[in-house]
């Protein structure tokens, strides 16, 4: 399994309309090849840091995804309210996954 993990810096005054913008950009995953999950987590307490995970089976199919209209589509909100957030993308390949 290959994860990326996206934290991204939202200000609480555009917290509400990058959820929105967010999770209606993620309409755009459906069908994907090689996606497992993706997730969109709010921060507790005084964070403002907010984290999305995408899990592909490998990452040629992240990759491949990358090249996509898929991607295109779930990218082309980039002027919606903290959208253009300061982020930070971090890749991983899963070495032991244990499941409930």
């Known amino acids: 399994m290959y994860v990326v993990v996206n934290t991204l ?9 990058f959820e929105k913008a967010f999770i209606d950009s993620m309409a755009h995953l459906e069908g994907v090849p090689g996606l497992g999950r993706s997730t969109l987590m709010r921060p507790e307490g005084a964070s403002n ?15 491949a995804w990358l090249r996509s209209d898929s991607f295109k589509a779930s990218h082309s ?20 996954d244990t499941a409930a």
């Not at 810096?9 to 309309?17: G, K, L, N, R, Y």
């Not at 840091?49 to 490998?58: A, G, K, R």
């Not at 980039?78 to 971090?90: C, E, F, K, L, R």
């Open 9 to 17: 810096e939202i200000t609480p005054d555009t917290a509400e309309a």
């Open 49 to 63: 840091t907010y984290l999305s995970t995408m899990e592909f089976d490998s990452k040629e199919s992240f990759m």
């Open 77 to 96: 909100a980039d002027q919606a309210p903290g959208m253009q957030a300061p982020n930070a993308v971090a890749s991983y390949s899963v070495i032991k």
